[in-house]
């Protein structure tokens, strides 16, 4: 049987845990109220599905993150919102303490035991889980090929999706395949457009209907670069803008046409909306650039 351990010094909290786990899904619960308890019952488990892990947990060390990645196909961080955990930007976060539903839902999906060994996960399920605790998240969808879109979560409700294709419904459909799977990004400060606004069972049903149907395409590789832009905050977007405006001025003094084309290219994709960055992309294109 899957075993999940929940790894939370607070007794009553991590006994929850434990009995909702237990007592509602396919799988044994265990606990540890110390890292020492962890590595006992890890070493006891020998493997386990699931850990649920508060970073609070008394004599973690740095790398805590780093080792248990080594040790489970699924690892969640039980923390309160806002706080930093060291090397645990990729890795799925739950607001302390977790919510019954999702306590539910992450021991159902760890039963199913379908997560690749990594940080890599089915859609569906996290999409569930993360909805249902009311959190705001950005899963970066890949297949084997690669990454190939982003799905945003937004204060449990889903957002916005995107990829190679296009926008919206679409690329959510495109981008929940059975056979994607996902890593988790908390939010910071989004300012993205809401492109969807069906709620997830409704979304999901629709989706896998047409896929069934054959009617959904595969989406395409896109590149990391479009992965990190989409992921910016407000702050690093301004700031990145900033500097590719200032590049883009000394480039086109210069006269190294190409370069500069290439950075107003990247431009257009973090400023939109600004009409002299398409009126100078325009005309270099007219003139063949960049080379």
């Not at 709620?199 to 670069?225: F, H, N, Q, T, Y």
């Amino acid at each position: 049987m899957p075993i999940v351990v929940v790894a939370d010094p607070d007794l009553r909290e991590r006994m929850r845990c434990i009995r909702v786990i237990a007592g509602q899904t396919p799988v044994s619960a265990i606990g540890a109220a110390t890292w020492e308890e962890l590595e006992q019952a890890l070493e006891g488990a020998e493997s386990a599905e699931l850990i649920i892990y508060a970073p609070s947990l008394p004599g973690g060390p740095e790398d805590a993150v780093a080792q248990l990645l080594r040790r489970t196909a699924r690892l969640v961080l039980a923390v309160n919102e806002g706080v930093d955990v060291p090397g645990a930007m990729n890795v799925t976060r739950v607001t302390w303490p977790i919510a019954e539903e999702t306590l539910v839902l992450m021991g159902h999906a760890a039963g199913a035991q379908s997560a690749p060994i990594g940080m890599y996960f089915v859609p569906v399920d996290f999409l569930q889980m993360i909805c249902m605790s009311g959190d705001s998240h950005v899963l970066v969808v890949s297949n084997e090929s690669g990454d190939v879109g982003l799905i945003e979560v937004r204060r449990g409700q889903v957002w916005t999706a995107f990829d190679g294709l296009g926008v919206g419904e679409e690329a959510f459909a495109r981008l929940i395949r059975p056979e994607m799977r996902v890593r988790v990004n908390p939010t910071v400060s989004s300012t993205k457009e809401r492109t969807i606004f069906k709620d997830l069972a409704e979304l999901v049903l629709d989706s896998l209907r047409r896929i069934d149907e054959g009617c959904v395409e595969m989406p395409p590789p896109i590149s990391s670069r479009r992965i990190e832009v989409a992921l910016f905050s407000p702050e690093q977007r301004a700031a990145r803008v900033k500097q590719l405006n200032a590049d883009a001025r000394r480039l086109l003094m210069e006269r190294s046409y190409s370069e500069a084309a290439r950075v107003l290219t990247d431009l257009s994709t973090l400023d939109p909306a600004s009409s002299l960055v398409r009126a100078n992309l325009e005309q270099l294109r007219k003139l063949g650039y960049p080379k």
